[in-house]
């Protein structure tokens, strides 16, 4: 056989740029960096977004031309390789992950990773395989070797949705906080409102869907912008862009809005932003949370179901306010802008760095 005892295995259907993603490879990076050779092996390598993956993670590209199709695809790899443990996220990467391993098999761990709240998730989701994804969950994440969700909440949720026993769920938090990311921060923005002498800038990221509610966050800057000189920048994609356009223009502060799009290092904005503000509706555990903490920026956030409330230990390191409030987030913004920033225990954060998190898996998943 091959390097067998060393080899660790990550599968996705693609790369794309979100937050669960990143968590992802993080995690791989982390296993990397604890000497485990790593794959990332992708139903299709055909993404702007590869660029994300560490040069020390190999990138295995199935070539398969659509998730079901990754399936047969998977199980040779898994034959082939017979890596020790095959980690997965986001769905159906997670069906597929449970499936190829218990028709090949081999002896691989394989651990399924719940990356969002996925009775809203399915909710929200206008496609027949999103509404059908808590189904899936239940009939197929009982089979996983390890499951786990990046929150309590997620936790209670997968619970809730599935019925699965809260004995078979680990939570482990995501690998949000890199080595790297204060480095990075220090990147040159090509922005003129980052410059000296500026208003405070509002700052959020994410990509322009339901799920983020921008359109409450643009509602609370246009009640900020009315008592005080500011600024807000949202990066992010998504297809709500020209409907979040639309209303700054309704609401006057077309001038003070600034949308540039995706960035491949939101860091320095995030950096030098004055409030970092998440407004989402419901988020999984909000990777953004930590990494603006992790730079010392003041955070506001929705305390939405789940994951913001325990990153910010339940208000005592940022203000949560009620999901779709736009008055209390900007009373919130305003307290942070006047000077009340809460202070933050940096001890705190190791919980959300890559190092922390990869031990935790590597304890669920009984490697050393």
Not at 165 to 170: D, G, L
Not at 288 to 304: D, K, M
Request: charged share 20%; aromatic share 8%; glycine share 8%.
């Amino acid at each position: 056989m091959n390097d067998v005892p060393t080899r660790i295995a990550f599968f996705l259907r693609s790369i794309g740029g979100g937050g669960a993603e990143g968590a992802m490879i993080n995690l791989a990076r982390g296993f990397a960096e604890r000497g485990y050779k790593v794959d990332f092996v992708l139903g299709s390598a055909s993404s702007p977004h590869l660029w994300r993956i560490p040069p020390e993670v190999k990138i295995v590209d199935l070539s398969a031309p659509s998730l079901p199709a990754s399936f047969n695809a998977l199980k040779q790899y898994l034959r082939q390789e017979q890596p020790i443990a095959l980690l997965s996220a986001l769905h159906y990467s997670n069906e597929v992950a449970i499936l190829a391993k218990r028709f090949s098999g081999v002896s691989t761990r394989v651990l399924v990773c719940e990356q969002n709240t996925l009775s809203q998730r399915a909710k929200h989701d206008a496609r027949l395989s999103g509404r059908l994804s808590p189904l899936a969950a239940r009939l197929s994440y009982p089979l996983a070797d390890v499951i786990v969700a990046i929150s309590n909440g997620v936790a209670e949720d997968l619970i809730d949705a599935t019925g699965i026993s809260s004995e078979r769920i680990e939570v482990i938090y995501n690998p949000a906080i890199a080595p790297d990311i204060v480095t990075r921060s220090e990147e040159a923005i090509d922005h003129p409102w980052f410059g000296p002498g500026q208003p405070p800038v509002i700052l959020g990221v994410g990509k322009m869907e339901p799920q983020k509610d921008f359109p409450t966050l643009i509602r609370a800057f246009a009640q900020v912008r009315q008592t005080r000189p500011a600024k807000l920048v949202i990066l992010g994609w998504g297809p709500e862009r020209e409907q979040l356009e639309a209303l700054a223009k309704e609401l006057g502060v077309e001038q003070d809005v600034s949308l540039p799009g995706y960035v491949k290092n939101p860091y320095p904005y995030m950096a030098k932003a004055a409030v970092f503000t998440l407004s989402s509706a419901w988020e999984g555990f909000g990777n953004v949370v930590a990494e603006a903490l992790a730079l010392g920026t003041p955070v506001v956030s929705t305390n939405c179901r789940s994951g913001p409330s325990e990153i910010l230990n339940n208000g005592a390191y940022g203000y949560l306010t009620p999901v779709g409030d736009s008055s209390a987030l900007a009373e919130s913004i305003g307290s942070v802008l006047s000077g009340n920033a809460k202070p933050i225990d940096p001890d705190w954060l190791e919980q959300f760095s890559i190092k922390a998190v990869t031990q935790h898996y590597c304890n669920a998943l009984g490697i050393a």
